[in-house]
């Protein structure tokens, strides 16, 4: 049987630290005793509709859900360290949130972090909208559907990460990633996805200067492309482009196809370009 913990305050050090087999309910986490790590080393344990301030709240809990609650700024770095957890119709408020976990499913959430979502290893997102400076950085086997990110340097240096429905308002995202997959996206942003190897974009409306530069392996598959200038610098790429690009400069290889385009540029190279840039017949 379950242990219940409902309707009551805890500001103490560690106050419900080595919880197991129990449900938390409406309970709040503050006060003046300004404790760190309530519920560190917790399992197999469920909270609902609660409302942390205070730092640390989870930290190496393993097998939980949280719903319905909301983690305030004061509760610096929460979630770090744990494993096979839900977060649910959730609001985040606080930085560096969700470190170093594995297997976390992310589902409805509201949530404003800077440094959020680092070094994690099986992720998954959904109908969730994020607003955070420095996003998945360093995580891998991610999974994402229906996000609504705003941010700057996004998934970086991630590997095997696949995002569907979604719209990504970021700039520098993909830097150095590995094995991604965009489908059915908007992905809105400067210096898009340099230095990445096997990148697919699928059905993606991409916006922004200078994208998909010094790529290995890039595919492009009935996308569009706004105000998207110097394009390709130095990429091995596949292309099929729906309508125009406004510029396309040194292509290290492969073939991109296109309606129009504004401005081809093969100059300055410093290594051997050989890409291919045709319209599209009609």
């Not at 609504?148 to 979604?166: A, R």
Request: charged share 25%; proline share 2%; net charge negative.
């Amino acid at each position: 049987m379950k242990t219940r913990i409902e309707h009551q305050q805890f500001d103490e050090e560690r106050a419900l630290y080595n919880l197991q087999q129990a449900e938390v309910a409406h309970c709040r986490f503050a006060g003046e005793a300004d404790g760190e790590s309530v519920l560190k080393e917790a399992r197999d344990i469920s909270v609902s509709d609660c409302a942390f301030s205070l730092r640390y709240p989870l930290w190496h809990v393993q097998r939980f859900v949280l719903s319905d609650s909301v983690l305030e700024e004061p509760s610096r770095a929460p979630l770090w360290y744990c494993g096979e957890g839900v977060l649910e119709n959730t609001k985040i408020r606080s930085v560096k949130a969700v470190r170093e976990c594995q297997n976390l499913r992310i589902t409805g959430c509201d949530i404003i972090s800077p440094e959020f979502g680092w070094k994690n290893d099986g992720l998954e997102v959904e109908n969730s909208e994020i607003t955070s400076e420095y996003v998945f950085f360093d995580s891998n086997n991610v999974k994402i559907k229906g996000l609504h990110l705003s941010g700057k340097y996004s998934f970086q240096y991630m590997e095997n990460l696949t995002i569907e429905d979604s719209v990504l308002d970021t700039k520098d995202a993909f830097w150095h990633s590995k094995n991604v997959t965009v489908k059915n996206s908007v992905v809105k942003g400067e210096y898009l996805a340099w230095f990445s190897e096997n990148v697919t974009l699928q059905n993606c409306r991409i916006i922004g200067t200078q994208p998909l530069c010094y790529c290995k392996n890039l595919k492009l598959i009935d996308c569009t492309m706004e105000e998207c200038d110097l394009s390709f610098e130095y990429s091995d790429v596949e292309a099929t482009v729906i309508g125009h690009i406004d510029s396309v400069k040194n292509p290290r290889s492969g073939t991109i196809v296109c309606d129009s385009v504004g401005e081809i540029i093969r100059e300055d190279a410093v290594m051997e370009c050989s890409g291919s840039v045709s319209l599209r017949k009609s």
